[in-house]
């Protein structure tokens, strides 16, 4: 593999990546461009204009955006070192990817470009930016005599292109898809799906490579493709394909007839990287007797690695497909070293593998099974039941045989809730084990929710206590410099709805026991030895980032429950935080996804298609929002209080907090509940019931309940507020018995009252909900102060 950087120039009919002895050509033509590579050492003529663009780093692939003809070669223009890696080396982190379009008989604007200058021919970035001018008119002496060298390459390889590419041209051109008459949705769909596939691959903390391609690969596989003579694989075999995230935009180098091409790519992975360096005294680590000879420090490491397939958007893309694939994949390694030691755990989580969806946006959609048919759905034949649960059946036989394929022993953890709305799919998951019937899976329940409700995390430790016999089992994978002490035997496979935050923190629990064994078995913790303050906050961190990663990538926004990963406590302020991604990530659901999932197909060479809902996102039925509002406020009754009969009144308001609220949203994001003696403020997850995202007032602790608009405080959306006389409630409150605390909201266009649904059409409607909810509470508080 070619190592960066590479020099970035361009002529009239070619675009030329330049190293210290190689060149890489490809024609600008209205085709597909063809791909060479040739040695410097062939070249010795001059040639006439040429422009230097800047640097890169390394080559992603090439493909044409949909509905254009010309191509664009895809380029790192900007990284940064995250560390270095034992068996792989110097790992780097994407900073920004660059889109160099080959556009035949004119010369690119620089500037466009956002290429770092070449530190060789800075001078020419000075001049004109249309037209950067001939380097010889720029350089010294000196660097004219080292420039002849590449102006001959140019000259010899552009002659030999222009012989070897005209007819291709003129083939591909007659092949090339016209934009479709007609077709203003798509061409939008298409123009922006482009704009959010450059934002995708140029996302912080997303893709990552290393410059020989093993990253990814698991520390085990990275032995076992070891033993296989160097030389005797195709470049596209040398990693895991499973996670070469651009290789269908690498494919025209892959399959280039020159097989110098392929060796031009930098094969990436999606996911998370971190490298942490941990001075053994500082961390509490023990010193081993023979310390001269080891280092003072232990390395770890978390890798993160997002499957190809079956990629997509967290509501675009659920559940299996029909080769075996689930959504939001990911496989994650945590790697420590000392020394010559290297020992790494493996876990993996993914999508329930049944046919599943959860269509609609607003207000925590339902999830739906599909192609197949429970007898709760008695109005669909027994045959076409038979048929959608073998078709189902068949996906969930092919993604388990491929991971036992890999892990030779699989142990579920499923974080599912067993009651409610998620049964559903607790139920499919279970009925396809049984059908599926492998001696080698294992089949763990643990219903978060229920089990960590109330704040309760720490209820996670009877998770790891329960199956610390199968941990001890697997195993994990140790390395040094003999060879392989040891294997993973079997691997986790955990699962919530997301497989995000539940599942982060499961993950993270997991990984922590199994690191105290690592670090008892290389004498570097004593028996049954703990990880110092210091050492938990570290893993603690990591991890917790690593949640916030795979969160964006999925569902937009950093992972829930990230303040418990960090700290191992559950607190307030995280609630609310929680509260404010809740509603981030339906904005995004609704707004973004469409042309985000557009994006992940073409990366993966799947076509665009226009999607009507992009334009209607917002548009569903009425009913089917009314009732997911009412089942939304039972839920939360049910989840916080014991005792129903308590409550006074419950509502679905919008928050409006100066800080964290949305002055112009129009939709619940929070939800209100009035006991005799209490108030409740829930900030919901919208995938799951989550009681412990909320906050609890005595109401004996309210000072003043406020109701009116707002007044101007500087800002435009407090201005908007009161042109509009929005209506708020502000409902100030002590804290620890100190003032200053208050909780704001604005009315949404629903009241449900008496079981009752009413519409709400005008700001005095508003108003009068408002003075109905300040007059309970007020008739609650003289109730409790009679009392």
Not at 449 to 467: D, K, M, Q, T, Y
Not at 575 to 592: E, I, P, T, V
Not at 639 to 664: E, F, H, K
Request: glycine content about 6%; charged content about 20%; proline content about 5%.
């Amino acid at each position: 593999m070619m190592i960066g950087p590479y020099e970035v120039l361009e002529t009239e009919e070619s675009i030329i990546l330049t190293s210290k002895d190689e060149f890489l050509w490809c024609r600008k033509s209205n085709g597909k461009g063809k791909l060479c590579v040739t040695p410097a050492a062939q070249f010795a003529s001059s040639v006439g204009d040429i422009h230097c663009h800047g640097h890169i780093y390394g080559v992603i692939g090439k493909i044409t955006p949909p509905g254009e003809s010309r191509p664009h070669l895809l380029v790192i223009s900007q990284r940064s070192q995250v560390g270095t890696l034992t068996r792989v080396g110097d790992v780097y982190k994407v900073e920004r990817v660059s889109s160099i379009p080959l556009t035949p008989n004119e010369f690119l604007d620089t500037s466009e470009l956002l290429l770092d200058p070449c530190p060789k021919h800075h001078p020419c970035l000075a001049g004109d930016k249309r037209r950067a001018g001939n380097f010889k008119s720029f350089l010294d002496a000196p660097s004219q005599s080292a420039l002849q060298f590449t102006i001959g390459a140019v000259k010899t390889a552009t002659s030999t292109l222009r012989s070897a590419t005209n007819q291709a041209a003129l083939s591909v051109t007659s092949q090339m898809k016209p934009i479709e008459q007609g077709g203003r949705e798509k061409e939008k769909i298409t123009r922006r799906a482009w704009e959010e596939l450059l934002k995708l691959l140029s996302e912080p903390d997303s893709l990552y490579y290393a410059c020989n391609g093993l990253l990814s690969m698991n520390l085990l596989s990275q032995w076992e493709s070891s033993k296989i003579e160097k030389g005797t694989l195709p470049f596209s075999w040398k990693g895991n394909e499973n996670f070469f995230w651009n290789k269908y935009l690498a494919k025209d180098f892959l399959e280039a007839e020159d097989q110098d091409v392929s060796r031009w790519i930098i094969p990436l992975i999606m996911g998370y990287v971190e490298i942490q360096r941990l001075p053994l005294t500082q961390f509490g680590l023990f010193a081993p007797a023979a310390m001269s000879k080891l280092p003072d420090h232990i390395s770890l490491a978390l890798v993160s690695r997002r499957s190809r397939y079956r990629c997509g958007t967290r509501y675009r893309s659920r559940g299996v497909d029909e080769s075996g694939h689930v959504s939001n994949y990911v496989e994650t390694e945590q790697i420590l070293t000392f020394g010559h030691h290297c020992l790494s755990l493996l876990q993996v989580r993914g999508s329930v593998p049944v046919f599943w969806s959860q269509p609609g946006y607003k207000y925590r959609p339902p999830p739906q099974l599909d192609k197949v048919s429970y007898p709760l759905l008695e109005h669909i034949s027994t045959a076409m039941s038979n048929v959608g649960e073998e078709e189902t059946q068949e996906a969930f036989r092919l993604h388990f045989e491929r991971e036992l394929a890999l892990h030779r022993k699989v142990s579920i953890i499923s974080l599912i809730e067993q009651t409610g709305r998620e049964s559903i799919m607790a139920d499919a998951f279970l009925k396809h084990i049984l059908l599926f019937d492998h001696p080698d899976i294992n089949y763990i329940t643990f219903d978060f929710h229920e089990l960590c409700r109330g704040l309760n995390f720490s209820s996670v430790s009877l998770l790891i206590e329960a199956v610390s016999d199968i941990m001890k089992e697997q195993g994990f994978t140790w390395i040094d410099r003999h060879g392989l002490v040891c294997a993973q035997n079997g691997i986790f496979r955990v699962n919530c709805m997301d497989c995000l935050d539940r599942t982060n923190v499961v993950q993270a629990a997991i990984a922590k026991t199994v690191l105290e064994w690592q670090l008892g078995k290389l004498g570097l913790l004593p028996p049954g030895g703990m990880l110092s303050t210091e050492c938990q906050y570290l893993l603690q961190h990591m991890w917790a980032n690593n949640g916030d990663s795979i969160s964006r990538q999925y569902a937009g926004t950093n992972a829930l429950k990230g303040d418990y990963t960090r700290t191992g406590e559950r607190k307030i302020a995280g609630l609310m935080k929680d509260g404010m991604n809740s509603a981030s990530r339906y904005y995004l659901s609704q707004f973004r996804d469409a042309y985000r999932q557009a994006a992940f197909d073409i990366i993966q060479g799947k076509p665009v298609l226009p999607d009507a809902s992009v334009e209607k996102l917002s548009e569903e039925e009425p009913s089917s929002v009314i009732d997911r509002v009412r089942n939304l406020l039972a839920d939360c009754q049910k989840q916080l209080l014991t005792d129903p009969m308590t409550v006074v009144g419950s509502w679905g308001l919008i928050n409006a907090d100066p800080v964290t609220g949305d002055m112009t949203e129009q939709d619940v994001d929070c939800i209100l509940i009035l006991t005799r003696n209490s108030y409740f403020v829930i900030m919901y997850e919208e995938n799951a019931d989550c009681i412990e995202e909320f906050e609890c007032v005595p109401l004996e602790d309210i000072i003043s309940i406020e109701l009116g608009p707002l007044k101007p405080v500087g800002t435009s959306n407090f201005l908007r507020v009161r042109k509009t006389r929005e209506p708020l409630l502000r409902i100030n409150y002590l804290h620890l018995g100190e003032p200053g605390y208050f909780h704001q909201f604005r009315s949404s266009y629903l009241r449900f009252f008496n079981n009752t649904t009413v519409v709400i059409q005008s700001q005095e409607e508003k108003f009068g909900e408002f003075a109905l909810i300040s007059g309970m509470k007020g008739g609650c508080i003289f109730s409790g102060a009679a009392n």
